[in-house]
């Protein structure tokens, strides 16, 4: 229980309900609210000093007007991250009903694991002839004439060719390293047989499996 003192005029004075502020009041002298006379109705138009009709204010700017305790921008971004995490959960089960393996499943069972008598350049080429055949669709590309060279204007722009290159499918390509900080690598040249996210594994003229890391 608190004891409050006060000195001359500072002593509080009794509310329009009968009640001190700050005194410990019994049950029976406490203030009730019923759903004829609701709390938040009476306590806003109590406190609009000034409005000329508190009633009419309160209907039509605080009545059944929402009020966001949170944060909308977290509450939205914690839901997209919810979509794409349940998104992406329907997905995963979408390919273990089709029987699609992941990349890491297919490494567990040597699925890119070539036999010595598997990895054979000869038996790769109609692959490359299949990319070339893809490639060709892809950019746009004239049939080649039957005489003579190729006329430069009938080729695609290098600017719309760069945005197809980026997501084409390597797969089947003939790929030679020009450039690299790994000297021994160097014109190594081979028909892609794998791509991954940072590396090419390819199969040269001499019949092996080389890897092509970017």
Known sequence: MYAYFYHGSDRP????????????TSQSARAKFTTDLPFTPVYVQKNLA??????????????????????????????????????????????????????KEAAEKGLWKLKKEETKYDLFVPLHHMWLGYMSELLGLSA???????????????????????KA???GSIMTVRRSKNSALVGLS?????????????????????????
Do not use: W
Request: glycine residues 6%.
């Open 190 to 214: 081979g028909i892609v047989i794998h791509e991954t996210e940072n590396a090419f594994r390819v199969v040269t003229q001499k019949n092996k499996m080389k890897c092509m890391r970017h």
């Open 50 to 103: 000034g409005v000329p009709d508190p009633a009419t204010t309160y209907n039509e700017r605080v009545k059944k007007k929402q009020l966001h305790l949170g944060n909308p921008a977290a509450l939205s971004r914690i839901k997209k991250q919810h979509d794409a995490k349940r998104a992406e959960k329907q997905e995963l089960k979408a390919k273990k009903r089709l029987g699609v393996m992941n990349r």
């Open 169 to 171: 499918d390597f797969h």
């Open 13 to 24: 004075r009794e509310d329009d309900d009968g009640l001190i502020p700050y005194q410990n």
């Open 144 to 166: 080649c004439p039957a005489f003579g060279a190729a006329n430069a204007s009938a080729m695609p722009s290098s600017a719309g060719m760069h945005t197809k290159l980026v």
